[in-house]
């Protein structure tokens, strides 16, 4: 072996090395096993108790979902009130926890120790996600010049253009740290918090159950903006004769009747600004504590060297007067000062129980600068996300079977190459995957699944150009020098191109669409990687064990002289007429109908049910009239790849409801159905809550990524080829994008209401995919043409394209064919997300294929007006009489 096979074979060695231990430990470990051997100090008897309970509650956790979340809690609960830090190491605690109980702050470190190398999306593990929006109108109302603003009193600017100044980052990273706390309190398995945009966080919860969804919707909007207001001194005078003073605003006391439970409201006028600015910026510490009278939790808390001073003066200036303690804009209790207060600490009283008081005292303890609001909410049951996993992996299994089968029974001993670069291939991007911390999704795994067909593309071009090479009389060694000299090129530009597309999603789109994007990228990079190093070091090793006469692969596609071009004018007519006729179909027949959730905005509310007592989709509609809500849609749907059925009922979206934290219209019509057919038995496994914001986003981000694709791919080809082959090329990409669109309008035909198929995130994701490539099969035909020309080949340019059609027919083919199984597959077995995808790329690939013909390549001829175009040296349709032709060229 020479000095270059070892150093390629030693870095190919160490990648795999690499890639396994990141991969490894795939599988979390059980949360109750790690704490037992992590607790390795001072063990006794209380320790053995607690694993004993804390196993006792978890043989109760339902079976065949992600129960994380739940063992969490149940550990939890078995701890109590013991100290458990006596077992651990003095600095066991993560950092960012200290505020949390000792037994939380240990037992989040013991989770992350357990977790397994696969973060699992909420669509795959269950849980729910949170889109939050920065509500940054009452911080700027407190900053408003001529009051007595906060900005004034913690030396931030005072002026009303605090956030255009300095932006939103600032306020999104501090509500990122202090949601970090809040979320680490919840017990929630490797959270996903990060920022989404200027001013929104994306935060997911996977494993989250139903019954602690409420908690934690409660918990991550609670903005815990306390601010001490003072009451006017004739409120109760100015109430009477409806009169609100400037600079005070009119509010309401919630009081609880301890004997019955009702709540009653009593009003008061305060003053619109916190006094002094007074706010809850200078607490230092809270905690919950028993009023000794009357046995009702109450909340002490401690203020700075500032804060205390501040509240010693107010207190000092207003004895007799009312203080108003509010919290998020609402008056939780309004006290008499009785004297001056100036030792710096003080309590707040209200009707709640403990719980919400210790809820309370953590929210305080994590204020957030500014208050959110969920403008995006979606929930997916555990079970529901394991069903997922199991159609994921069997539809990734599956299509790796089929195409690795194809390969060898195709081209023999150059299909085990190949074979071993697949392999290569997945264990590389998972491990990289893995390195990276990428939560995997049901697009990412989609993303994995094509890639498996796609990486084949490389091996393909090698081969075909090696297959051209011994026909040519070459030997063997010498056809495959000449195989990865002459494919690299092509690979080089196919590859770049499709990279344009994912780089987009990963740059421009959200949640599983960006997910989808980095399992593509990671992909294309480690297929060229396998395809162009590891595959060619096999070969080399191959012919160092002896002379090889023969390289034998089936040949099931020879080349012809098909006049492709012939069909080119008819075809085209025939292509735009069918996508007016699905577009338009879409437009003005099924209208607002082709806009899913994502796009429009709404409630998706997805529910399982008992079959055997299935309700008419008309008794549902008329069941959910009495609401009020506007028209709502109902659909039933099958799974494909659990083949269960589920009812899907979309309802207008209240933003109203969203920011006051009241039942959403999705859950309003849960109820209603539960009640109205009980024995249907319907159980919420997904419910959706989409605000029209995030749908206007979303269509704006496909609509810039489709752009900037469209124009990065135009400069790209423009540069490598010439101006006339990059317009047949993106005219070639928005014709696919348009017959996609159409034919996934169509599908209205086939489905009771016009409903069908509906734009969503997803299917931005497949239409970019599908301009990755689109392109990338319409490169492989350009630079074949381009070749022929340089080499100066005779004839004329159509019959010159039609050569270099015929030549790369057989690469065409296959490449479309082993991506079209493996997108097959994931549309047979796939379920959810993936068969949207799934079916958007099925319509892409055939639309891509025909117009790398009949669009693109046309649309050159055309363009040329069938002469040939300045690329290489100039060459007659003919001999000249007399002259001798050598190596091409007529001399």
Known sequence: MNRSHLWKFLFVLFTIVWATTEILPYKARNL?????????????????????????????????????????????????????????????????????????????????????????????????????????????????????????????????????????????????????????????????????????????????????????????????????????????????????????????????????????????????????????????????????????????????????????????????????????????????????????????????????????????????????????????????????????????????????????????????????????????????????????????????????????????????????ELHAGKSVRGAIASGYDRAFGTIFDSNITTLISSVLLILLGTGTVKGFGISLSIGIAASMFTALVVTRLVFDAWLAMGERKTLPMMNLIPSGKVDFLKWAKPAFIASWVLIIVGIGYGIFVRGHNMQGVEFAGGDSLILKFNSAAKVETGEIRKSLEELKMGESAVQYQTDPGTGKQFLNVITPHSDEATAKGLPSNGARAEEVLKKAFPKAEFERVGLELVGPSVGFEVQKSAIIASLLSLFGILVYVAFRYEFSFAVGAVVAVIHDVLMTIGIYCLTGLFHEGHLGRQFNATFVAALLTIIGFSINDTIVIFDRIREDLKLGKRGTFKELMNTALNETLSRTIITSGTVFISTMILYVFGGGAINDFAFTFLAGIISGTYSSIYIASALVLWWHKGERPNIGSAVPTAPVSGAIEVQGKTV
């Open 32 to 468: 109750i096993d790690q704490f037992d051997r992590t607790a390795v100090l001072n063990p006794d008897a209380t320790l053995n108790a607690i694993l004993a309970k804390a196993r006792e509650l978890d043989a109760l956790n339902p079976k065949d979902t992600d129960t994380s979340t739940l063992t969490y809690t149940n550990l939890l609960k078995a701890i109590g009130t013991n100290d458990i830090r006596k077992y651990f190491p003095t600095n066991y605690v993560l950092p960012g926890s200290t505020m949390l109980p000792s037994a939380q702050a240990i037992l989040n470190r013991v989770q992350r120790e357990s977790a397994g190398q696969f973060k699992l999306g909420i669509d795959l593990k269950g849980g729910t996600s949170f889109l939050l929006e920065l509500d940054t109108t009452r911080l700027a109302e407190t900053n408003a010049p001529g009051t007595n603003s906060v900005a004034s009193a913690t030396n931030a600017p005072a002026s009303g253009n605090f956030f255009t100044e300095r932006g939103n980052s600032f306020l999104v990273e501090q509500a990122i740290s202090v949601l970090r706390k809040r979320v680490d309190a919840l017990g929630v398995a490797e959270p996903v918090i990060q920022p989404a945009g200027d001013k929104s966080i994306l935060v997911q919860l996977p494993g989250l159950t139903e019954a602690s969804k409420a908690d934690a919707r409660a918990n991550l909007r609670r903005a815990a903006f306390l601010e001490f207001r003072l009451a006017h001194p004739r409120s109760d005078d100015l109430l009477q004769r409806g009169i609100v003073p400037p600079g005070y605003e009119r509010k309401l006391i919630l009081s609880k009747d301890r004997k019955s439970g009702q709540q009653y409201q009593t009003p008061i006028i305060v003053k619109r600004a916190p006094e002094e600015g007074l706010t809850g910026e200078y607490v230092t510490r809270t905690h919950v504590v028993l009023d000794p009278m009357t046995g009702k939790p109450q909340i002490n808390f401690t203020l700075n060297g500032q804060g205390a001073e501040i509240f010693g003066r107010v207190t000092s200036r207003n004895v007799g007067q009312r203080l108003a303690i509010v919290l998020d804009g609402e008056v939780i209790s309004a006290p008499n000062i009785n004297s001056a207060i100036t030792q710096g600490s003080g309590v707040i009283t209200g009707d709640f129980d403990l719980k919400e008081a210790n809820d309370l005292a953590s929210a305080l303890d994590n204020p957030l600068k500014t208050p959110l609001r969920i403008i995006d909410e979606r929930g997916v049951d555990p079970s529901v996300g394991a069903d997922s996993i199991r159609s994921g992996v069997r539809a990734a299994v599956f299509s790796i079977v089929a195409v690795a089968l194809f390969m060898l029974v195709y081209y023999l001993v150059a299909g085990v190459v190949a074979n071993i670069a697949l392999m290569l291939n997945i264990l590389i991007l998972v491990g990289v995957m893995c390195s990276l911390d990428v939560t995997y999704t049901l697009p990412g795994i989609a993303g994995i699944v094509l890639t498996v067909g796609m990486a084949v593309d490389a091996n393909v071009l090698i081969y075909e150009r090696m297959r051209e």
